[in-house]
């Protein structure tokens, strides 16, 4: 029976290095990915926005099956941060493995973990690959 790779998605240098990231990893255990794309919804996000975002998460979807990737696409916008929903998600899946993507930070900044990837490497209950997208000069 396949595994699962949960990949956290958004549209961001750092969302993609986290997809790319993920689907070598699907490639590695022969997995299915499910990609998670969480927003806030509601009064939090205005329309062009939410469509954006909806466009990005369709054009990554079409991309991974072109290129032959077993992909199921789950996008929320229910109230929940996003941490939650990816857990939850990787919990429900059994996931074998969640793949996310770190910011870089200033060197203050560096004391501090991003409050979402700090939520994910503490809670989650499989392993978890933190990636960053590659420095642009």
């Known amino acids: 029976m396949p595994g699962t790779v949960v990949v956290g998605f958004v549209d961001s240098p750092e969302g993609k290095a986290a997809l790319e990231a993920a689907v070598v990893e ?3 255990r022969g997995a299915k990915l499910v990609l998670v794309n969480s927003a806030h ?4 996000e205005d329309g062009e926005h939410v ?4 466009d990005a998460v369709e054009a990554a979807r079409q991309e991974l099956e072109a290129g ?3 992909v199921e696409v789950l996008e929320f916008a229910r109230g929940k941060e996003p941490t939650e929903d990816l857990l939850e998600v990787a919990r429900e899946r059994q996931a074998d493995l969640i793949v996310i993507g770190l910011r870089r930070r200033s060197p203050v900044g560096k004391v501090l973990l991003g409050s979402n990837s700090q939520s994910i490497l503490l809670e989650a209950d499989c392993p978890v690959l933190a990636v960053k997208a590659a420095p642009t000069h």
């Not at 919804?41 to 939090?44: D, E």
Request: no cysteine; hydrophobic share 35%; aromatic share 0%.
């Open 41 to 44: 919804g509601g009064r939090h």
């Open 51 to 54: 469509l954006a975002i909806r």
């Open 26 to 28: 699907v490639g590695r």
């Open 68 to 70: 032959g990737v077993d």
